[in-house]
């Protein structure tokens, strides 16, 4: 029996499922995705996926396949290096991948009728609900592979960071976190958080009581100059701005290497972190020199 595709249905479909996929690789990378850049994305996916009312060969399928999922990967996380860019098409294509290994063991266990899965692109004449549960489920799953393969707050995890402000260096226990999406609006680049009395040798003492301060519309200390940036945030009271200082450069040193970024910016936080004094953004790595 020869199965109807409806190309609305197929479009919708498929960019709820392009979404998902984001989502997930984003989860997987630990690299957060840009919610703008998701949206396009998904939008593009699901239009993508019309490619089923054409019959390519073989190999054209597969660059089909892998040119698509390149240029989802760089709307979604628009990632400013070739390692972040390979870091987040591989978890992007191999959630694809997972997906559909799902979808083709429900066809082989279930047999339904009317399914269709070809060059990335699903179809069913099923019960839309039960599809997206399929989707759902392999998300979950993806979620909690993230959580037992991420890193937070082992021993392990931590790392040796020193922040160096007008030639003094402080050297401070940092701790790359995931939850961690904080970005300057001037620069458009990530920002740390540091416990302010870890920092307090960095700045004078009206500097400090000015940083230690929640209100963000007292008298500025002239020293601070430039070098002082309001970056807003959402916490469970709700939306805030967070006084954050751009230092000379950030030196961090992991069980990987060494690396350094220049002009880092870095909240001040006036409680304990915990763990560490200073969390670091999965993106920091990305933008070392």
């Known amino acids: ?30 690299v957060p995705n840009r919610t703008l850049g998701t949206v396009a994305a998904s939008l593009l996916g699901g239009a993508s ?10 190999a054209a399928s597969v660059a089909y396949r892998v040119g698509t999922a390149a240029l989802l990967t760089f709307l979604a996380f628009l990632p400013k290096k070739p390692k972040s860019f390979l870091k987040t098409f591989a978890a992007f294509f191999g959630a694809g991948f997972l997906f559909g290994g799902a979808i083709l063991a429900v066809e082989w266990a279930f047999h339904p009728a009317g399914m269709i899965y070809r060059s990335g692109a699903i179809y069913f ?8 549960a399929v989707s759902l489920g392999v998300y979950g799953l993806l979620l909690v592979a993230e959580h037992f393969l991420r890193r937070r707050t082992a021993q392990g995890d931590l790392c ?7 030639g003094s260096g402080v050297r401070l ?6 939850g ?13 958080i540091g416990e302010a009395d870890a920092l307090a040798p960095l700045f004078t003492g009206e500097e400090l009581r000015y940083l230690r301060e929640s209100a963000v519309g007292g008298e500025i200390p002239p020293s601070l100059g430039r ?20 230092c000379d450069r950030l030196d961090v040193t992991d069980g990987r290497g060494a690396y350094c970024v220049a002009r880092a910016a870095v909240a001040i936080s006036p409680r304990p972190l915990g763990t560490c004094e200073l969390l670091l953004s999965c993106e920091t790595k990305e933008e070392s020199a």
């Open 160 to 166: 040796e960071a020193t922040l160096w402000l007008r």
């Open 227 to 246: 070098r002082l940036h309001l970056v807003p945030c959402r916490t469970v009271g709700g939306n805030a701005l967070l006084k954050a200082v751009v």
């Open 49 to 58: 996926s019309l490619i089923v009312f054409v019959d390519l060969p073989a």
């Open 173 to 178: 226990t940092a701790l790359c976190d995931s």
């Open 125 to 132: 004449d099923v019960n839309i609900m039960f599809l997206l």
């Open 180 to 192: 961690n999406t904080l970005r300057d609006p001037l620069t458009g680049r990530s920002v740390c």
């Open 1 to 30: 029996m020869q199965t109807v595709i409806y190309a609305d249905v197929l479009v919708a479909l498929n960019t709820v499922l392009t979404y998902l996929l984001l989502c997930a690789a984003s989860a997987v990378s630990r």
